[in-house]
């Protein structure tokens, strides 16, 4: 079975100062999906930014990016120019090629400071 | 696009009550997707459906929970009879599926059983 762990339950940083959030996850299977969903105080969720595990190029989204590193099974979400909104959780989460379940992580508070 | 919508965005009720969820999905979304979202436990899939037709509901709890898709454009999510214990934010989702497409989250539903 897959699972996901986010082991920093809660991290705060600095308005524009960059942070980065871990994620390592356990799968057997050769191909898959991550992602890094965003819950605000809203608690809508929203998608962050995603990697397909056969890309070797970490995946980018304007101020969000990943370091995804296949061997070790970690995909870690860095955050640079950190600003107010972006204050939420984040969970990161894998999706088995040819399964639609997405697996959760338990999540990781993060506060932007001003 | 209106994106997934939830209805009611807040239910509060009584123990031993009938509680209906509602889920529009993203049109043109094969795959409806319920999650539960408590503290103890995170983040959980109760059941799926593709093309109206339920795939897997391993994740629902108990008889008392129940989950209809009579159209592409329309799902519930029944509880009845309701327990404090049932009390959560539930999310739906939709998208394309085929193991590898994101899911797109609506609002959520924050229900209090009292």
């Known amino acids: 079975a897959q699972t996901v762990t986010q082991s920093q339950p809660e991290m705060s940083v600095q308005e524009a100062e960059t942070v980065t959030l871990s994620c390592t996850y356990d799968?057997?299977?050769?191909?898959?999906?991550l992602f890094w969903y965003k819950q605000p105080p809203s608690r809508q969720m929203i998608l962050v930014i995603r990697?397909?595990?056969?890309?070797?190029q970490n995946a980018t989204e304007n101020r969000f990016s990943v370091n995804f590193q296949k061997a070790a099974k970690s995909f870690s979400l860095k955050i640079s120019d950190s600003q107010l909104g972006d204050t939420a959780m984040y969970f990161c989460?894998?999706?088995?090629?040819?399964?639609?379940?997405?697996?959760f992580g338990k999540g990781t508070k993060l506060t932007v400071n001003p | 696009d209106a994106g997934v919508i939830q209805s009611p965005r807040h239910e509060v009720t009584e123990m031993g009550q009938e509680v209906t969820l509602r889920c529009k999905p993203i049109?043109?979304?094969?795959?409806l997707f319920w999650y539960r979202q408590t503290m103890m436990r995170g983040l959980e899939l109760l059941i799926y459906?593709?093309?109206?037709?339920?795939?897997?509901d391993s994740g629902m709890p108990e008889d008392r929970f129940s989950a209809k898709m009579p159209n592409a454009s329309f799902s519930t999510l029944k509880i009845q009879p309701s327990e404090p214990r049932d009390s959560a934010v539930y999310f739906c989702?939709?998208?394309?599926?085929?193991?590898?497409?994101?899911?797109?989250f609506g609002p959520g539903t924050r229900l209090l059983v009292l």
């Open positions: 989702a939709s998208g394309r599926g085929q193991g590898q497409e994101t899911q797109y």
């Open positions: 799968t057997s299977e050769s191909n898959y999906y």
């Open positions: 990697q397909e595990a056969y890309k070797q």
């Open positions: 989460a894998s999706l088995r090629s040819g399964s639609e379940k997405l697996v």
């Open positions: 049109s043109g979304h094969d795959y």
């Open positions: 459906f593709n093309n109206n037709v339920p795939i897997d």
